[in-house]
């Protein structure tokens, strides 16, 4: 069994300690995080280390990553440590539950696919993709890298999500849409139509709404403790 490090010390980390302790898919080593943010050293039970020390605790080659942190800033932060690490030679896990059916292709790492999470056939995952329990993603889909999906949320066949995109918890993308790079897809919605770089999507009511953003901007949007807006 490799070895692992959990990057972070959040709640988001106590999930993926047990979800990975539940079904022994690594030996988890401890934590990790940015030195100003290193208040105790031990979490868990396990010691805590500073980031920039990691190279010094474990074997590049061997050892592995995994960045616990889900969608603040519109995936930014899970994004930007993930390219931060991958750059100094880092290599990560990819964490998916013996209970998903993942029919498709996984061409990236550190991405988190859950419990009865079904990828449908040729459908395409990329890099640090978060999945959590019951999605469905159709076959033939082409999902970027550092997207978010939330629970219960469907793909139908045949779309393309874009890059940094979040699909909130029980929403419904219908076959064949493409939704852009750094889009919102609200919670509970039913995405008919494409939608174009740096929108929001969500369903008031009985109306859609859709406003789009600039490209930073649109991180401002979905942040943790605020409401899309």
């Avoid at 290193?38 to 500073?50: E, I, Q, R, S, T």
């Avoid at 889900?70 to 690490?85: A, G, I």
């Avoid at 993942?102 to 040729?122: A, S």
Wanted: glycine fraction near 6%; hydrophobic fraction near 40%.
């Amino acid at each position: 069994m490799k070895n692992i490090i959990i990057i972070g010390t959040s709640t988001t980390s106590i999930h993926v300690f047990n979800f990975i302790n539940e079904y022994q898919l690594y030996n988890v080593l401890g934590f990790a995080v940015d030195r100003e943010y290193l208040k105790d050293n031990l979490f868990l039970g396990l010691p805590v280390y500073a980031i920039d020390e990691l190279e010094n605790i474990i074997d590049k080659k061997n050892d592995l990553l995994f960045i616990a942190m889900l969608w603040n800033k519109l995936n930014f932060d899970r994004k930007k440590t993930y390219e931060k690490l991958k750059s100094k030679g880092f290599n990560f896990a990819n964490l998916i539950s013996p209970t998903a059916k993942f029919r498709g292709k996984l061409i990236g790492d550190n991405c988190w696919i859950h419990d009865y999470v079904i990828v449908q056939n040729d459908a395409i995952i990329g890099t640090n993709v978060i999945m959590m329990a019951f999605t469905l993603i159709g076959a033939h889909c082409k999902i970027g890298a550092h997207c978010f999906f939330g629970a219960k949320s469907t793909v139908g066949g045949g779309c393309t999500i874009g890059e940094q995109t979040f699909v909130g918890i029980n929403t419904t993308i219908f076959d064949d849409r493409v939704v852009g790079t750094k889009c919102i897809v609200a919670a509970c919605t039913a995405l008919k139509r494409d939608l174009s770089d740096y929108s929001v999507c969500k369903t008031l009511l009985e109306s859609m709404i859709i406003k789009t953003y600039s490209r930073d901007e649109i991180e401002s949007k979905l942040l943790f403790n605020k409401n899309v807006h």
